[in-house]
């Protein structure tokens, strides 16, 4: 961890921010996975084909696991000074960073649970957190 990053966890209130914030980057890469998809499809696009839905899972995951991996930012956590480091204070590496998505998956689906554990754990961690090592810091 370097000189610049405080070693207090990001609380709840600033990681949905950037969540939110997260959100339009996003939907930027959902529609333009959809118009390719379109334009690959000749305008007869299955919306709910699995792999037009694993399309979108890979958009997302790209956008998050490369951020995490290079800069450990991603558009939301830069505006709300936020970053993923490892255990270390260091950066997370690729197979990490895939990890923690996918564990980040299964703890947005069971309802948020893996994300509201933060509230409980003294170290404000969430799920995916403790599956790779990782934590959130503010950035000062």
């Known amino acids: 961890m370097n000189a610049s990053e405080s070693a207090a966890a990001a609380p709840l209130w600033r990681r949905l921010a950037a969540a939110l914030y997260d959100l339009f980057p996003l939907l930027a890469l959902w529609f333009a996975t959809g118009a390719a998809a379109l334009a690959a499809t000749h305008g007869t696009l299955d919306y709910h084909a699995a792999g037009y839905r694993l399309s979108l899972i890979g958009v997302s995951a790209a956008y998050f696991v490369l951020s995490w991996r290079y800069g450990g930012q991603t558009l939301g956590g ?19 960073a895939l990890l923690r998505f996918g564990v980040g998956i299964i703890s947005l689906l069971t309802g948020g649970l893996g994300f509201a554990w933060m509230l409980i754990d003294r170290d404000h961690r969430t799920w995916h957190d403790f599956a790779v090592g990782t934590r959130v810091v503010r950035v000062n």
Do not use: F, T, Y
């Open 78 to 96: 830069r505006a709300w000074r936020l970053r993923v480091v490892g255990d270390d204070g260091g950066p997370i590496g690729l197979g990490r």
